[in-house]
């Protein structure tokens, strides 16, 4: 896009405008378009296509965006030129970033930022709504206009709504219904060799009359193969036998052990039940006992004592 012979192509607003309308023009969207004015290129008129799933959906809007000498670091103004009944014609809408709101806005932000924000604030009601060039009217009255604004044409542009926007291309009947034709066709292209392999195979199988006169025998008189069942061997009981005697040895002067069981050693202790294996002997447990012998530290302790009772009494006489 030219610039006018009257601006100013060093002018910071001039480069970043014509920057934007590259953008725009290189990364069309379906659901948007906007350029600025061949005159006037602070002046872009868009189009937006209504929100899917709301009163809007169908509709295709029109609008001017108005930037100022000082953009990017002024926002922009919006007017909408088309009927939509969600916002007044020809008067510059209150919006976060909009003229309104000098305060909230950034030199990052776009034109392109311009336009989606005002796609997401259509859909808004109630007090959400509220603002400046703002409309409350019914659903019906909505969709009514939603219906005829796409052949609605700009008295400034001199375009229509549809040839600035027009609908995506969406696939034919004709078209969804190829693959499944081809599908079909292919099935039966895979079917005719495996029905020319059957007749193959039927036609070269041997003939016998005699084989074929015979009988063929019934699957029931096949005797069924049984497998014979294991036999589970149950282990052999054994007798438990007493419990373990104890040998309890005494003073060398004893001659012969002592044998004495655990159920006479302790009354109130239950018989052990000891299970044997049948031809094993078990050896008798032996517990030996030991003389009680004196200790060894009284012992001592009297030595001690009756060492330092003789001490003293050899000091006395001395």
Request: glycine share 6%; aromatic share 6%; hydrophobic share 35%.
């Amino acid at each position: 896009m030219a610039v006018r012979a009257g601006y100013n192509k060093n002018s910071s607003a001039i480069k970043r405008i014509m920057q934007e309308a590259r953008e725009l023009a290189n990364d069309p969207s379906t659901d948007y378009t906007a350029a600025p004015l061949e005159d006037d290129i602070f002046e872009w008129h868009c189009t937006i296509r209504g929100a899917p799933g709301t009163e809007f959906e169908g509709g295709l809007y029109h609008f001017r965006i108005l930037l100022p000498s000082e953009y990017p670091f002024r926002p922009p103004s919006i007017m909408m030129l088309t009927p939509n009944g969600r916002f007044e014609l020809n008067t510059k809408i209150c919006i976060s970033f909009t003229n309104y709101h000098e305060e909230l806005w950034q030199p990052a932000w776009g034109v392109r930022t311009a336009i989606v924000g005002l796609q997401g604030f259509f859909p808004l009601k109630g007090t959400a709504a509220v603002g400046v060039g703002a409309l409350e009217y019914p659903s019906v009255e909505r969709r009514r206009l939603a219906a005829i604004s796409r052949e609605w044409v700009c008295s400034r542009c001199g375009k229509c709504n549809l040839e600035s926007l027009p609908d995506p291309d969406t696939p034919s009947h004709n078209h969804s219904e190829t693959p499944i034709e081809n599908a079909a066709e292919n099935t039966d292209e895979a079917s005719t060799p495996i029905s020319t392999a059957v007749e193959k195979v039927t036609q070269s199988a041997p003939s016998d009359s005699n084989n074929s006169n015979q009988p063929i025998e019934p699957l029931h008189d096949i005797a069924p193969t049984v497998t014979p069942p294991l036999k589970v061997v149950a282990p052999t009981p054994t007798r438990p036998i007493g419990p373990t005697p104890l040998v309890t040895a005494g003073s060398s002067s004893s001659s012969s052990p002592t044998l004495v069981s655990e159920a006479e050693e302790d009354p109130n202790r239950p018989a052990a039940l000891d299970i044997r294996i049948p031809g094993a002997e078990r050896p008798p447990i032996i517990i030996r006992r030991s003389t009680p012998r004196p200790p060894i530290v009284l012992d001592t302790a009297i030595c001690v004592l009756l060492v330092l009772v003789f001490a003293l009494i050899c000091r006395r006489i001395l």
